[in-house]
């Protein structure tokens, strides 16, 4: 049957052309027939309508844009999954803890140790070829969700808005954002409300121009530093100054400006070792920023609150404090959030998360953690004894049980079996006390190593808890509660212990420095925390 249709086919075929053969087609005039008419199809567009032809029937006259249509055009944006709803139906966080006087006690440790191959004698703790240190498989970046599509007229109209204009639509699309029941590219159990998030994030990416002042001398300004204990700082200055979508280059344009000094390299470059004396670092801040109010009318325009810095150094709070303007009004995205201090304003200033770099060419070594079934250990901390809640805690803990790893610092003899990162992906939950101050890289260890983050420092609100809900992914315990510090972690149920890890898994990806930016990754997150922080500051005029 299928010879039969191809022979047919090819007798239909020869028929056609020997048909065609027998007419007389002027070609010339039918191209050029066509020719006119495409061109005649590109005038129209470009003329006749104000949208391209495949948004054309998205679109809105801009005369007649209110909010109510504005709505429509967003609900445009809201996906919905059964599958995945259900899916995270079956994990609930919602569930009580054991009072630590119940009798229900769960315990979830187990006292025997794995049987750990120790790293034989005479080798050097190299890089295998196969991997790291722990034979992780390599951990690639997730890709890039793709953005949300703005419709071209709408774009055209947030581009028609003045700055302060631009800033007030967005606060008003954000306080009536559509609720979101579930979104492929965001988890929900780890944000305090992921409708208010999402619609956020869409409106920093249509919306937000940041300036960058060029003045400053190097390597104090325009020099990220990209490793250590205080890389934040300098991954975010690396990304924010090769950015093209969020920069602009005219500062009439800008919503915000960036002040790009690094204050590693301040320290690197001024502080004289030993001297205890920080106040020549405050004093060449306070004269850059006079400079800048002194040649560019922006600073004054707001004395600062458009402006923001980002410093990861324990000093970053103290080097403000000889420029009133730049210690009370300027957005501060500091690793040293301390609350308690004065110069850190929680719901102004923004928790920077403080993040270990120990190779700027692979920042996500060794990241990835082991299942709950692989980790015998109940909690894990080894550092130095530094501050006022570490020695308590090695007072309390250290030597007391075989299912609690409490060390100063790790011992080599220990180390030599299992490294500190391994430790890590042992441990369900990995203790990070404060110490001169009150972050710690720690958080952000125990999340990349997927483990539940314990948390102990008064006063100070974890990293970009403006839109994430810690409680759901880390345990907090107050200083005075060291002492019960067992009782607490074993007070906590098992199903709930596995939720809060599966939450470290899914909110991992919002921590992460990855070679280059991708949505939701921690240069966006630590952006979107400035860019809410300005929108907190705007007055909705009353209609």
């Not at 600062?304 to 501060?332: M, R």
């Not at 008064?458 to 409680?471: G, R």
Request: hydrophobic share 40%; with cysteine.
């Amino acid at each position: 049957m299928k010879k039969l249709f191809q022979s047919l086919a090819v007798i239909l075929m020869k028929e056609f052309f020997q048909l065609c053969a027998g007419l007389r087609i002027d070609w010339k005039r039918v191209i050029f027939v066509g020719a006119l008419m495409t061109t005649a199809g590109v005038i129209l567009q470009m003329f006749l309508l104000t949208d391209p032809l495949d948004m054309w029937p998205l679109s809105l006259p801009i005369a007649h844009v209110s909010d109510e249509s504005l709505s429509s055009i967003r609900n445009l944006n809201q996906t919905f999954s059964e599958e995945r709803v259900k899916r995270l139906q079956l994990i609930s966080t919602d569930v009580p803890i054991i009072p630590a006087n119940s009798s229900l006690k769960l315990n979830i440790s187990v006292p025997a140790m794995p049987d750990i191959d120790p790293v034989p004698k005479g080798r050097s703790r190299r890089r295998n070829k196969g991997g790291s240190v722990d034979n992780m498989p390599k951990v690639l970046p997730p890709p890039d969700p793709p953005r949300i599509h703005v419709p071209y007229r709408l774009q055209k109209f947030i581009w028609s808005l003045k700055p302060n204009e631009a800033l007030v639509y967005a606060k008003k699309e954000i306080d009536h954002a559509p609720e979101v029941f579930d979104d492929p590219d965001l988890y929900a159990p780890v944000f305090q409300n992921m409708s208010v998030f999402k619609r956020s994030y869409e409106l920093m990416e249509s919306i937000l121009k940041v300036y960058i002042y060029r003045e400053g001398s190097k390597p104090i300004f325009h020099v990220p530093h990209l490793n250590g204990i205080y890389a934040s700082e300098g991954w975010f200055m690396r990304f924010m100054e090769s950015n093209k979508q969020f920069v602009t280059r005219d500062p009439e344009k800008a919503h915000l400006f960036y002040l790009p000094y690094s204050m590693r390299q301040l320290e690197l470059k001024l502080y004289v070792p030993g001297s205890h004396q920080i106040k020549p670092l405050a004093i060449f801040l306070r004269d850059y920023v006079n400079m800048i109010a002194r040649k560019y009318p922006f600073w004054n325009r707001t004395h600062g609150s458009d402006h923001f810095l980002v410093a990861c150094h324990d000093w970053g709070p103290y080097t403000l404090t000889q420029h009133e303007e730049l210690a009370n009004n300027t957005i501060k995205a500091l690793c040293n959030a301390d609350t308690s201090e004065g110069v850190f304003v929680a719901g102004k200033d923004v928790s920077l998360p403080e993040t270990t770099i120990k190779n700027p060419r692979v920042p996500l070594r060794n990241i990835g953690g082991l299942r709950v079934s692989q980790r015998p250990l109940l909690a894990f901390f080894a550092g130095y004894m530094h501050g006022r809640v570490r020695p308590r805690l090695l007072k309390y803990w250290r030597d007391k049980h075989e299912d609690m790893k409490i060390y100063g610092p790790l011992p080599s003899r220990i180390s030599r079996k299992m490294s500190y990162i391994h430790h890590m992906k042992s441990s369900k939950f990995c203790i990070c006390p404060m110490g001169y101050e009150v972050n710690s890289p720690r958080i952000i260890e125990s999340i990349y190593y997927e483990c539940v983050p314990v948390i102990i420092a008064d006063n100070f609100p974890p990293p970009l808890s403006d839109v994430l809900d810690w409680s759901k992914f880390s345990v907090n315990v107050a200083e005075k509660d060291i002492p019960k510090l067992r009782e607490i972690l074993l007070a906590i149920p098992m199903r709930r212990y596995m939720a809060m890890q599966t939450n470290v898994k899914m909110v991992k990806r919002h921590f992460l420095w990855n070679r280059s930016p991708i949505r939701y990754d921690l240069f966006h997150m630590i952006l979107h925390s400035i860019w809410l922080s300005r929108l907190n500051q705007i007055q909705i005029p009353e209609s």
